[in-house]
């Protein structure tokens, strides 16, 4: 097995045709859904002047992994900060073979370059998603922790703010006591972030299948969080709630569970306040 240990060989470009597949799809390349893939393709495309940024290894032509980052302030993500590039994600299709290490290295390096350190919202034991431990190990520091998230930063400049999470403000949606028409007894609201799926939520049109054998009973609404009028509203980037109860699971939902929430909802009332559950990680 090859060891890119020394990154020697390793080359550093952007998304171009020789590597969008693998990175659009987040490696999963064709088995992916590939509206989606072009989605993120676009949209990747798109904030490219706004400061995103996809640094990809590559040895020779083959794709071995990626990083995306975006300027802190302003990002499309749950998380305030200053002076720092926002590393939303890294992934590595070979893992074990020191290309993390050589992408989180040269996002330092670029970022040193604007005068700038690095957050990252990285995960305590989901799944190898984000890990803590990698991201530690590399000498980033907790600035906060919240649930199974934790928000890691390393080379901030002098006199920067630790980065935060942003404080929920989400409330449950004003339901009609007795339903009827043009009044939905629930409302599903499904957060998304653009820097992974582009401008389509997977999420969301899961929901509205789900939601579809019940007409007009069940609302299905779709919250961009790309959109700073969003963020500040809610202060939510990523999250699925089914009349104000956050759904409990980090995975991508399915058909059936979101037909589950859908029908337990409709046989239940509306809480007063919203019902979060921060022991899972909504990062992806
Ligand atoms: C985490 C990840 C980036 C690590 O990449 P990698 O190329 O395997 O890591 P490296 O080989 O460069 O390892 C660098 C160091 O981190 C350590 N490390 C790697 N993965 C680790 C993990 N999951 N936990 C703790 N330490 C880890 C290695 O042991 C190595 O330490 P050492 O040099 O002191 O021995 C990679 O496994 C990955 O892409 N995971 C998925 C991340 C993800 O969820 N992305 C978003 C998807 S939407």
Same mark, same amino acid.
């Given at each position: 097995?090859?060891?890119?240990?020394?990154?020697?060989?390793?080359?550093?470009?952007?998304?171009?045709?020789?590597?969008?597949?693998?990175?659009?799809?987040?490696?999963? #390349?064709?088995?992916?859904? *590939?509206?989606?893939?072009?989605? /993120?393709?676009? !949209?990747?495309?798109?904030?490219? &002047? +706004? @400061? =995103?940024?996809?640094?990809?290894?590559?040895?020779?032509?083959?794709?071995?992994?990626?990083?995306?980052?975006?300027?802190?302030?302003?990002?499309?993500?749950?998380?305030?900060?200053?002076?720092?590039?926002?590393?939303?994600?890294?992934?590595?299709?070979?893992?074990?073979?020191?290309?993390?290490?050589?992408?989180?290295?040269?996002?330092?390096?670029?970022?040193?370059?604007?005068?700038?350190?690095?957050?990252?919202?990285?995960?305590?034991?989901?799944?190898?998603?984000?890990?803590?431990?990698?991201?530690?190990?590399? #000498?980033?520091?907790?600035? *906060?922790?919240?649930?199974?998230? /934790?928000?890691? !930063?390393?080379?901030?400049?002098? &006199? +920067? @703010? =630790?980065?935060?999470?942003?404080?929920?403000?989400?409330?449950?949606?004003?339901?009609?006591?007795?339903?009827?028409?043009?009044?939905?007894?629930?409302?599903?609201?499904?957060?998304?972030?653009?820097?992974?799926?582009?401008?389509?939520?997977?999420?969301?049109?899961?929901?509205?299948?789900?939601?579809?054998?019940?007409?007009?009973?069940?609302?299905?609404?779709?919250?961009?969080?790309?959109?700073?009028?969003?963020?500040?509203?809610?202060?939510?980037?990523?999250?699925?709630?089914?009349?104000?109860?956050?759904?409990?699971?980090?995975?991508?939902?399915?058909?059936?569970?979101?037909?589950?929430?859908?029908?337990?909802?409709?046989?239940?009332? +509306?809480?007063?306040?919203?019902?979060?559950?921060?022991?899972?990680?909504?990062?992806?």
């Amino acid at each position: 097995m090859t060891s890119h240990r020394d990154s020697g060989e390793l080359s550093w470009r952007g998304l171009e045709p020789a590597n969008w597949l693998e990175v659009c799809s987040c490696g999963h #390349g064709r088995a992916c859904d *590939q509206s989606l893939v072009e989605s /993120r393709r676009q !949209y990747l495309i798109a904030q490219a &002047g +706004a @400061g =995103l940024e996809i640094l990809v290894a590559h040895h020779g032509e083959r794709p071995l992994g990626f990083a995306q980052t975006a300027p802190v302030e302003g990002v499309a993500r749950d998380v305030e900060g200053e002076g720092a590039v926002l590393l939303h994600c890294v992934n590595v299709f070979s893992s074990g073979r020191g290309v993390g290490r050589a992408l989180v290295h040269e996002v330092r390096r670029r970022a040193a370059k604007l005068g700038r350190g690095v957050v990252v919202d990285a995960c305590a034991g989901v799944w190898g998603f984000m890990p803590e431990d990698f991201f530690a190990r590399l #000498g980033f520091r907790v600035a *906060q922790a919240k649930g199974q998230r /934790r928000l890691m !930063y390393i080379d901030l400049p002098t &006199g +920067a @703010g =630790l980065p935060r999470y942003f404080e929920p403000r989400y409330s449950p949606p004003d339901l009609h006591p007795d339903g009827g028409p043009g009044h939905p007894e629930v409302i599903v609201d499904v957060f998304f972030t653009p820097l992974c799926s582009g401008l389509l939520s997977e999420e969301a049109a899961v929901a509205r299948r789900a939601a579809a054998s019940y007409g007009d009973r069940v609302l299905v609404r779709e919250w961009n969080c790309g959109d700073a009028g969003v963020r500040g509203r809610f202060g939510v980037a990523r999250a699925v709630f089914v009349n104000g109860v956050m759904r409990p699971n980090g995975d991508t939902i399915t058909l059936e569970e979101a037909g589950d929430l859908i029908a337990m909802a409709l046989g239940r009332p +509306a809480p007063v306040t919203a019902v979060w559950d921060d022991s899972i990680s909504r990062l992806f």
